[in-house]
């Protein structure tokens, strides 16, 4: 889901405001880092850029190897949140990184004692986003996280936690079926179609603008094949972000792979390879050498940019781009492809694509493509 902090003119590089008040858009990134980090490969030659978001797929395709991250957002509040996330992961013992990032039980007063303790980054610079980590820890501060809260709440008083659960934890394919013919009912496609419509979506998930061009306009039916698919035809059990999502993110609630212990000792093994930006996608673009990024990973970026925007966007990619890249992107949106200049050097592996948009354990994107230059 986007639920974005502005409509993505072209800002130019940015800094943060010292006196921000502003809180990111996104704690947690809702998009599956296995199709990312499955599709781009990355290995120690390679040159990453990636848009930051939260940061989650950023310490991916850092743990990955990549042999260097460019990680990209245009909201500072994103790049300060990403850091402080990287701090703890980096710096906290583990129980002390669940209680920071929401996921332990603790008060107030003890995340204030861990965000001192820890000093990430330009700490004293974001009050409002300090204050809001301290009330609802790294994972739960952003702003979809308090969007998710009321559809979380309406679902399950629609079905049942315990149908929920059953569809999502139960390792046994007949209990799930059951469970989802009881959650299969005109009440949740009411309950779905009220939540997520034009007037929900727009200007949270795609600009309003956009919304002609939004390849499933009923979501809410849309989402509810995900759900199937990803309940019946895929492992839910296994699934954190499914779980996070419909069960709950908070105390208790599963904890993200680059939250593990094993991923943490691991990240802090490598070098530190990862470059924060605060920039428009296409001045970070520009602002690379050319020839010198092997892979991209564009978010869904591109719904949120006017035609110009875009093919300036995908001109910059190529030109940044070495021989043998690739380029990951998802979207809402109908296809809308590279200008014609670009689209002779690339071209879409649709195989690859196909399977990123079948395993992908977020599932909620109409397309997933992976393209990569010839
Ligand atoms: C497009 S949103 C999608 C969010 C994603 N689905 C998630 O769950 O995190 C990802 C990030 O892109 C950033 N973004 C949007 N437009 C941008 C632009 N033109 N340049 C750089 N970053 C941009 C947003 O600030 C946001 O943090």
């Not at 979506?201 to 499933?216: G, L, T, V, Y």
Request: with cysteine; net charge negative; proline share 7%.
């Amino acid at each position: 889901m986007s639920i974005q902090n502005h409509g993505s003119p072209r800002a130019g590089l940015a800094h943060p405001n010292p006196a921000s008040q502003s809180i990111p858009a996104y704690s947690e990134v809702m998009e599956d880092h296995r199709a990312i980090v499955d599709a781009l490969s990355p290995c120690a030659e390679r040159a990453v850029l990636c848009v930051a978001s939260a940061g989650d797929n950023v310490f991916h395709l850092q743990r990955a190897g990549a042999a260097r991250v460019v990680a990209v957002d245009i909201d500072p509040a994103q790049i300060a949140l990403s850091r402080w996330k990287w701090a703890a992961m980096l710096d906290l013992d583990q129980g002390d990184l669940l209680r920071l990032a929401g996921i332990a039980p603790a008060t107030e007063a003890q995340r204030w004692g861990l965000l001192a303790a820890l000093s990430p980054p330009e700490l004293e610079h974001w009050p409002a986003l300090s204050q809001r980590v301290a009330e609802r820890g790294l994972l739960g501060c952003g702003k979809l996280a308090e969007f998710l809260e009321p559809l979380r709440a309406g679902l399950t008083a629609t079905v049942g936690r315990a149908t929920l659960e059953a569809l999502i934890l139960n390792g046994d394919p007949a209990t799930r079926r059951a469970a989802w013919d009881a959650l299969e009912s005109p009440a949740t496609v009411d309950f779905l179609a009220a939540a997520l419509n034009e007037t929900t979506i727009s200007d949270a998930f795609i600009p309003a603008a956009a919304w002609p061009r939004m390849a499933e306009p009923r979501f809410h039916l849309h989402y509810l094949r995900v759900l199937r698919h990803l309940t019946l035809e895929l492992d839910p059990t296994s699934n954190v972000f499914l779980q996070r999502l419909w069960l709950g993110g908070g105390e208790g609630g599963a904890i993200p792979a680059y939250l593990e212990r094993e991923f943490r000792a691991d990240l802090a093994r490598r070098p530190d390879t990862t470059e924060w930006l605060c920039a428009d996608l296409l001045d970070a673009l520009e602002a690379q050498d050319p020839g010198s990024i092997d892979r991209f990973n564009l978010s869904n970026v591109l719904d949120w940019c006017e035609d110009d925007h875009h093919d300036a966007i995908w001109a910059a990619v190529a030109r940044a781009a070495r021989p043998g890249a690739s380029c990951f992107l998802r979207s809402f949106l109908v296809a809308r492809p590279p200008p014609a200049a670009v689209l002779s050097h690339w071209k879409l592996d649709g195989p690859r694509s196909e399977r990123a948009a079948h395993d992908d354990r977020v599932g909620y994107f109409s397309r997933y493509e992976l393209w990569r230059r010839s």
